[in-house]
Nanobody, 122 residues
Framework: EVQLVESGGGLVQAGGSLRLSCVAS????????IAWFRQAPGKERVGVSC????????SYADSVKGRFTISSDHAKDTVYLQMNSLKPEDTAVYYC???????????????WGQGTQVTVFA
């Protein structure tokens, strides 16, 4: 059974930082793209960032470029999302997703985590 377990969300003041973690199990980690999506209340789920476990290539949404950094620890089958300079508009539930070949423009991922809440207050 494939599982993606997110952690690291929380409540933070604007300008602060959080690091999200996504631990993958039940899949061949090095064969997947791992992505972070987010969904704010009343809005669609959108891609934030992704990383290929094959070559560590990364991609970011324009809204987070320069503030968020995605990284991968192959030894731990874990992907991190370091979020700096957080803004109130970053408030959302953040989801981890896995797919053999995808990016952040397409929400059609094979596997999803349960999500972790990030709340940024002014």
């Amino acid at each position: 059974e494939v599982q993606l377990v997110e952690s690291g969300g929380g409540l933070v003041q604007a300008g602060g930082s959080l690091r999200l973690s996504c631990v993958a199990s039940g899949l061949s980690f090095d064969e997947y793209v791992i992505a972070w999506f987010r969904q704010a209340p009343g809005k669609e789920r959108v891609g934030v960032s992704c990383i290929s476990s094959v070559d560590d290539a990364t991609s970011y949404a324009d809204s987070v470029k320069g503030r968020f950094t995605i990284s991968s620890d192959h030894a731990k089958d874990t992907v991190y999302l370091q979020m700096n300079s957080l803004k109130p508009e970053d408030t959302a539930v953040y989801y981890c997703a896995a797919d053999p070949n995808n990016g952040i423009s397409n929400i059609d991922y094979d596997y999803w985590g349960q999500g972790t809440q990030v709340t940024v207050f002014a």
